[in-house]
């Protein structure tokens, strides 16, 4: 360890780093020593052309750029006095003459470096009166990311982050000057499994996803912890939510499970959450076949009275339950609950698997697989065997996942059931055969813990409150225990009174 | 010793009269390959490390570094390969010696390079050729194969046992790749954009091995240090710079051309009785002593020694000595314009201050120069080149920003006439 001086501030830093990397490392970069930085980015490779984070090393004559600049012991730096503020100011000068300070219309605006960065340093308007550079306002650099030229002030994150993360590398500068300006390759359009990652390290308002451009000014969005449901990865997002509705995800550092990343695929799932298809409603089915729309009390009513008929008849065997790996181990705690209360030890949980790569995307398509598996939930094969073999009149199923090919294939299978209990999220083809169908509240609707494919358990609040009324699973499945005058230890509610 | 060295002065140029002398046989019948020979045969890394540091030569590529020195930073203890580079780049406006030195005497070149390699111990030399050189990479290419099938280069150097090839690599139009860092990035394949120091080249240069880069000229003064011994070079030039140079005078002059004479000679020497003085009778109003990047002398400041010890006093440096030779019916802000136009155009653009501020530079020189300037824009121009200076990646910003410095410094009343009388004084001698 080195010791270093900061603003009179001794810190204990590793050798090895640079005076940013060791201040980010600590903590207190931007959160107590402010060194303004454009190019600098934790995740990847030291560019130092912004010349943004110059500060003052004592006994070096030149003023340093603190994210090239390696700790040394004894080092006293400062990064706020006059001499550091006007080359600073210098800089900002200089990297607003040719950006066209559309704050207003900009998308940017509310969370963008340049802009924060000219209230502390700029005059916002320089003095230039030469006409400024006039460039594309909107280029398609993919299917997801839209840029503009004017307001590129070309830190070239962008396109070290196509180099060096997902190695793709479809981004250039080209030209060279004040002609310098980022594209493609003629027929090689961005276009990777990362590609929106680019929108979040841009420091100014050039690069846009289409997905998220102009939807929201991002002071009206509130921004709440969530984790990605895509994969067993569990990235952590901020959830951005307007109006009741969840607008965007995008990145919450952990450097433990996502960096800074998030997989285009797990960004857009959010997209699930106020999707057309949620199922909204109890229903139930009626005397004619059809399902028809009640109440939460008759649709739990309605569920205990089938397991119960089916327990009365031929024992608590018959009563199975298969839950998704979306579920919460909160939930997934109270179904082990009520099954152990009824006696029934038949469950299974199916995890849908689909490729996987070396940088975030796990092959288990679901966030809480490996939760699923400590909680003594296996694969649903046995399970499957015991439906078509008739030893199960009773189903309770958490989630969609079992019509995927991969298991169940088609609803069908569960038409001879006695009962088919259907808590999910989203409206798919199990209502076909369901007796009884309960909306369910998404990650982001409920909070609760989930256990990562490492094994880290993620814990996080509800972010909103979904559209309709629904409650959560495991307090759903709780209401059917106590229908059913069964008591389930509700661990959930103690796990979440413990975090 | 009792035996007295001829006085050459011109000793780089000497036979450049003779189109013999570019190929092998007519440089080996000036005894051209024997010094490279009996060094490489007879001394050890050690020995020609020292003999070329109390030389004294310094770098002729525009920083003027102790070359011996820069050679002396080579770590010889590593295993696998390290190179040294020859940088052909020449793109300095007002510079055109390396050319020369390439056309009249490719293997003179050569044998400087053979010097240094051995004692640096490098495989390969990289000759790094601006793109625009087209003829000096035929002239060099043909005397690099000459060598090569003569047993010069190769496994067997001269019969030493010594092994070195000499590769010509052709860059592509621009000016940044003359900096030794853009042009091991242009070298590497990649755009030439100068790197992050450190790590400096002796340490991590071309394909991540220690490089050393140096000027044509450098290199082509090492054969006759060696030939006639420290204590003659050092007896030319000045104490802190030994050695001839090529002056290139190009501008308002009688015989604009090459001269090789001692570092220190006097510019106004150089100017007017060399270069025969400025033509038409007319007066001579400013110079620039090496390369547009230099700060430029007005007419009262020649008669400085032209070696960096003194220059550095008028604020100058001798840059790659290229003298460019102003009389007074030049308007000094329309040379503002040309310059300024030039470092827009070729700064690579990676940092912010460069990037911007040399464009910027460029539009307030034009707009002044058409009339449309306002006293405030010499000082946006004093402060935006002082915003750029000293701040960025490479030498690239300061030698955007020091002419621009000295043109104001030396010559703000014109700037101010041309805003007073919102147009150019100087009839106009071509289009901007
Ligand atoms: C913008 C810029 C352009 C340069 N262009 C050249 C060039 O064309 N030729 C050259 O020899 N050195 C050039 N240099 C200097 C090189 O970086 C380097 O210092 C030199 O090649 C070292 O050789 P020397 O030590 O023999 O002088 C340039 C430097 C800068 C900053
Ligand atoms: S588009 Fe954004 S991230 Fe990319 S170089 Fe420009 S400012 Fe930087
Ligand atoms: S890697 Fe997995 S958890 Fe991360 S964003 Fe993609 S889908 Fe979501
Ligand atoms: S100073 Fe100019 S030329 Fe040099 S690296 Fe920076 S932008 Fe490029
Ligand atoms: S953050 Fe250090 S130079 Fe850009």
């Known amino acids: ?499 | 010793m009792g035996h007295r060295v001829p006085h050459v002065t011109h000793y780089l140029t000497e036979h450049f009269a003779d189109p013999g002398y570019t190929t092998l046989s007519g440089y080996r019948a000036q005894g051209g390959y024997e010094t490279a020979r009996r060094v490489l045969a007879e001394q050890s890394p050690e020995e020609v490390i020292g003999t070329l540091k109390n030389a004294g030569l310094k770098g002729r590529g525009g920083a003027g570094f102790d070359a011996g020195l820069k050679w002396s930073f080579m770590p010889r203890d590593q295993a696998g390969p390290s190179y040294l580079v020859c940088n052909a780049d020449e793109s300095e406006p007002g510079s055109f010696k390396d050319r020369v030195l390439m056309e009249r005497g490719p293997h003179q070149l050569l044998e400087g390079i053979l010097i240094p390699a051995f004692a640096t111990g490098a495989a390969t030399t990289f000759l790094y050729i601006r793109g625009e050189y087209a003829e000096p990479a035929r002239i060099l290419q043909r005397a690099i194969d000459e060598a090569t099938a003569g047993g010069v280069l190769g496994s067997n150097v001269l019969g030493t046992g010594f092994a070195h090839q000499v590769v010509l690599v052709r860059g592509a139009g621009a000016y940044i790749c003359g900096e030794e860092t853009g042009l091991l990035e242009s070298l590497e394949g990649k755009k030439g954009q100068p790197r992050r120091k450190p790590p400096y080249p002796a340490e991590c240069g071309a394909f991540g091995r220690p490089t050393t880069v140096n000027n044509v000229e450098t290199f082509c003064h090492v054969p006759h240090v060696f030939a006639r011994g420290v204590d003659w070079f050092r007896s030319i030039g000045t104490e802190e710079s030994p050695g001839t140079t090529l002056f290139g005078v190009s501008g308002h002059v009688e015989r604009p051309g090459l001269y090789e004479l001692p570092l220190g000679t006097r510019l106004d020497e150089i100017i007017f009785e060399h270069a025969g003085g400025v033509p038409g009778g007319r007066k001579l109003k400013a110079a620039i002593p090496g390369g547009v990047s230099m700060p430029l002398l007005p007419a009262g400041h020649l008669d400085v020694p032209m070696a960096n010890e003194f220059l550095r006093e008028h604020g100058s440096s001798l840059g790659t000595g290229g003298v460019i030779v102003m009389d007074e019916t030049t308007c000094m802000v329309r040379v503002g314009c040309v310059i300024s136009e030039f470092f827009r155009d070729e700064s690579c653009g990676q940092c912010t201050q460069c990037r911007e501020g040399t464009g910027w530079l460029h539009k307030l020189m034009l707009r002044i120069e058409r009339g449309g300037g306002t006293e405030a824009d010499l000082d946006v121009l004093e402060d935006v080149a002082g915003k750029m200076e000293g701040q960025t990646i490479c030498a690239f910003a300061d030698a955007a920003a020091w002419p621009v410095q000295a043109l104001l410094r030396h010559f703000r009343s014109e700037f101010l006439e041309h805003v007073r009388a919102e147009k150019c004084p100087f009839p106009e001698s071509f289009e901007l």
């Open chain 1, 1 to 499: 360890m080195l010791r270093i001086t900061v603003d009179g501030t001794a810190y204990e830093v590793e050798e090895g780093l640079t005076l940013l990397q060791a201040l980010d490392d600590l903590g207190v970069l931007m959160k107590g020593v402010d060194i303004p930085h454009y190019c600098w980015h934790p995740k990847l490779s030291i560019d130092g052309s912004c010349r943004m984070c110059q500060v003052e090393v004592e006994g070096v004559p030149k003023l340093q750029i603190a994210c090239d600049t390696p700790v040394r012991d004894g080092m006293v730096v400062h990064t706020g006095n006059e001499r550091v503020r006007k080359a600073r100011e210098g800089v900002m000068e200089l990297m607003l003459v040719n950006h066209p300070l559309d704050c207003p219309i900009c998308d940017q605006a509310g969370e963008c470096k340049l802009q924060d960065y000219a209230f502390d340093y700029g005059q916002m308007h320089t003095r230039t009166r030469e006409p400024r550079r006039a460039l594309k306002k909107r280029v398609d650099l993919g299917a997801t990311i839209v840029f503009d030229q004017e307001r590129c002030i070309l830190c070239r994150r962008c396109v070290r982050f196509c180099r060096e993360i997902p190695g793709t590398s479809e981004l250039a500068i080209t030209q060279r000057g004040d002609r310098s300006t980022v594209e493609t390759f003629p027929g090689k359009p961005l276009e990777n499994d990362y590609s929106m990652n680019v929108a979040d390290i841009c420091p100014v308002g050039a690069l846009t996803t289409r997905d998220f451009r102009f939807k929201v000014r991002v002071w009206f969005l509130e921004e709440v912890p969530g984790i990605c449901t895509g994969c067993s990865r569990g990235c952590n997002v901020h959830v951005g939510v307007a109006d009741d509705q969840v607008r965007r995800y995008t990145p919450r550092r952990n450097d433990e499970v996502n960096d800074t990343w998030l997989c285009d695929y797990g960004r857009m799932t959010y997209q699930e959450i106020g999707a057309p298809d949620r199922i909204s409603e109890p229903a139930v089915r009626g005397d004619a076949g059809q399902l028809v729309g009640t109440t939460l009390e008759q649709a739990v009513e309605c569920a205990a009275q089938l397991m119960r008929t089916a327990v009365e008849k031929e024992g608590p065997g018959v009563v199975a339950a298969l839950a998704s790996a979306h579920a919460t181990n909160e939930d997934l705690a109270a179904l082990r609950g009520l099954l152990a209360a009824l006696g029934s030890e038949t469950h299974g949980v199916p995890i849908v698997t689909g490729p996987a790569d070396a940088l975030l995307i796990r092959p288990e398509k679901a966030a809480n697989a490996e939760g699923a598996r400590v909680a003594g939930f296996g694969e649903p094969g046995l399970l499957l065997d015991k439906i078509r073999g008739g030893g199960v009149r009773v189903l309770i199923v958490l989630g969609h996942d079992i019509i995927h090919e991969q298991f169940l294939g088609s609803p069908e299978a569960l038409a001879a059931l006695d009962g088919v209990i259907l808590l999910d999220t989203h409206r798919s083809r199990l209502e076909q055969v369901a007796h009884v169908v309960i909306p369910a509240r998404h990650l982001a609707e409920k909070g609760g813990t989930v256990t990562n494919f490492e094994g880290r358990v993620q814990a996080v609040p509800a972010a909103l409150e979904p559209a309709f009324e629904a409650v959560a699973e495991a307090q759903v499945l709780a209401r059917i225990a106590s229908a059913l005058d069964l008591s389930i230890s509700d661990e959930s509610e103690r796990k979440r009174e413990t975090d």
